[in-house]
C-alpha cells in the first residue's frame, strides 16, 4: 500500500489520542490545553473523512464514467482496494465497448454494401425507433435518414401503412409505389421479427422486382450456356477425332481392309453423336418454343385418372402402390399440356421409389385459399438440398439416362397456364404442387 493510503488511518489514530489527551485535561480542569486537543481532535476527523472521500470520490468518477459510456479517462491503480476495483471494471467495460464498436463497424459497413435497401427498427417503450438504415433503403424510397419511426408517416404514407398493417411480424410481399410521383415501380417487401426477453427489433429489407428477375434471368441464361457448352463439346469433341482419322485414312493410297472397318465403326460413331445432338437440340426446342395452351374448362380428376391410366403398366412394373384423393374441380387449362405435365411428374415419382421396399405414389386435388392445388407425392430416396435449387434447370439431371427437360417442361406449361409448380421436401420423399391461380 502507498504511504499516501496510511493517512486516513494516521488521522483517525491522531484523532483518538488527541480525544483522550483532551478528556484528561478537561478531569484536571486545564481548559486551555483541552481546548486546543479537542480542536485538533476535530480537524483530525475532518482530515480523515477528506481523505476517505477522494478516494470515493475517484471511484464515483469511473463508475459514472462506465455508466455514460465515457472512456476518455486514463485512471491508473493506486493501490486502494476501492480505487483499483473501479479501475479495473473500467478498463474491462472500456474494452468491451471498443470491442462492440468495432464490430458495429464491420456489420455496418457489410449491410451498406448490399444491394438491397435495409431498415432495423427497434422498439423501445412502445415507441419504434430506427435502429439501423442502409444508403440503399434511403436511395429506393428517397427520404432522410430519421432516428424517429413515427417522421417516415409524413415522408411515406404509403409505405409505413403498408409496414404497420403488418404488425412488425414476419411477412413478405409485392407492392407498387410511386416515388416523388414518377412511373410506379415494384418491389419485393419483407418484414422478419427477431426478439429476445429484452428487446425488439423489425427487419425490413426492399428489391425491386426488376433487379430480381434480371438476376434470375443472368443466373438462367449461365446455367444453360454451360449446360449447351458441355453438351455440344461431349458430342463434337470425338465427332471431330474421328473425322481426322477419316482424313487420315482417305489420303492414303491404299486402303486395307482393317482402315475400312476404322472408316465403318467411325461412321457408325458419327451418326449416332449427331442423332444425340439433333435429340438434344429436339428437346431444347420443346421448351423455348412452347406452343400457347388452348383454354377450355376441363375436369383435373379426369386428367388425372387418364393420366395414371396410361402409365398403369410402369406402376404395375415396379409394384408402386397408388393413393388418389381426387376431389373433382373444374379448371380452365389446356388437357394434352396438363396431362404432359402430369406424366413427366409421375415418371419422376416412379424413378424415385424405386429402390425403396414398399412403393407409393400419392395424388391430391384439394382447395388452398380459393385456388386449386393438384400434388403428386412419394416416398422415394428424395432430392438432395444441394441440388433443390437446380431441378428446373434445363437438361439438368441426376439419372444416367435422363434428359433433365422434365421438370423443365413441366414448369414452363404450369407458367404459360399463369400457375406455377413447387418442389417441397419431405421426411421421406418429394411432393410437386401445381398451383391453378385462375
Not at 489527551?21 to 481532535?41: D, E, H, M, P, R
Request: glycine share 4%; charged share 25%; net charge negative.
Amino acid at each position: 500500500m502507498k504511504n499516501r493510503y496510511i493517512y486516513p488511518y494516521f488521522f483517525i489514530i491522531l484523532a483518538i489520542a488527541s480525544g483522550i489527551v483532551a478528556f484528561y485535561f478537561y478531569g484536571q480542569n486545564k481548559w486551555i490545553s483541552c481546548f486546543l486537543f479537542t480542536i485538533l481532535t476535530i480537524g483530525c476527523v475532518i482530515l480523515s473523512q477528506a481523505s476517505v472521500l477522494m478516494y470515493i470520490s475517484k471511484t464515483e468518477k469511473l463508475l459514472l464514467a462506465i455508466q455514460k459510456k465515457d472512456f476518455s479517462l486514463f485512471p491508473r491503480h493506486e493501490g486502494n482496494s476501492l480505487t483499483d476495483h473501479a479501475v479495473q471494471l473500467y478498463d474491462q467495460s472500456k474494452e468491451e465497448y471498443l470491442s462492440l464498436s468495432s464490430y458495429r463497424l464491420l456489420y455496418e459497413e457489410i449491410l451498406n454494401q448490399l444491394e438491397i435497401g435495409l431498415m432495423i427498427l427497434s422498439e423501445k417503450e412502445h415507441a419504434w425507433e430506427v435502429f439501423y438504415v442502409n444508403p440503399v433503403f434511403l436511395e429506393i424510397l428517397q427520404i432522410p435518414k430519421y432516428n424517429s419511426w413515427a417522421l417516415y408517416e409524413n415522408k411515406m404514407p404509403g409505405f409505413y401503412k403498408i409496414i404497420e398493417e403488418t404488425g412488425y411480424d414476419n411477412s413478405q410481399d409485392f407492392f407498387d409505389i410511386s416515388i416523388n410521383e414518377n412511373t410506379r415501380q415494384s418491389y419485393s417487401l419483407r418484414t422478419k421479427k427477431v426478439q429476445n426477453v429484452k428487446h425488439r427489433f423489425c427487419i425490413i429489407s426492399l428489391e425491386s422486382v426488376q433487379k430480381i428477375i434480371e438476376q434470375k434471368e443472368r443466373l438462367a441464361w449461365n446455367n444453360l450456356m454451360k449446360v449447351i457448352s458441355h453438351e455440344l463439346l461431349n458430342t463434337l469433341t470425338p465427332v471431330n477425332s474421328l473425322i481426322q482419322n477419316l482424313e487420315y485414312i482417305v489420303n492414303q493410297d491404299t486402303i486395307d481392309r482393317e482402315d475400312q472397318q476404322d472408316m465403318k465403326e467411325s461412321l457408325m460413331i458419327i451418326n449416332s453423336k449427331s442423332k444425340q445432338l439433333l435429340n438434344f437440340v429436339d428437346d431444347y426446342r420443346q421448351v423455348a418454343e412452347l406452343p400457347k395452351p388452348v383454354f377450355k374448362s376441363i375436369s383435373l380428376k379426369a386428367i388425372v385418372e387418364s393420366a395414371l391410366s396410361f402409365l398403369k403398366p410402369e406402376f404395375e412394373k415396379n409394384a408402386i402402390s397408388t393413393v388418389n384423393i381426387l376431389e373433382d374441380h373444374i379448371v380452365s387449362a389446356d388437357e394434352k399440356m396438363v396431362e404432359r405435365c402430369l406424366i413427366n411428374l409421375y415418371l419422376n415419382a416412379i424413378h424415385a421409389v424405386s429402390e425403396q421396399q414398399e412403393k407409393i405414389v400419392k395424388t391430391e386435388i384439394k382447395i388452398l385459399n380459393n385456388r386449386v392445388i393438384l400434388s403428386i407425392e412419394d416416398n422415394g430416396i428424395g432430392i438432395q438440398k444441394e441440388i433443390q435449387d437446380k431441378i428446373f434447370l434445363p437438361f439438368f439431371t441426376t439419372r444416367s439416362r435422363g434428359s433433365g427437360i422434365g421438370l423443365t417442361l413441366s414448369k414452363s406449361i404450369m407458367e404459360a397456364h399463369r400457375g406455377y409448380l413447387n418442389y417441397k421436401p419431405l421426411e421421406q420423399g418429394s411432393r410437386f404442387e401445381i398451383w391453378f391461380v385462375d
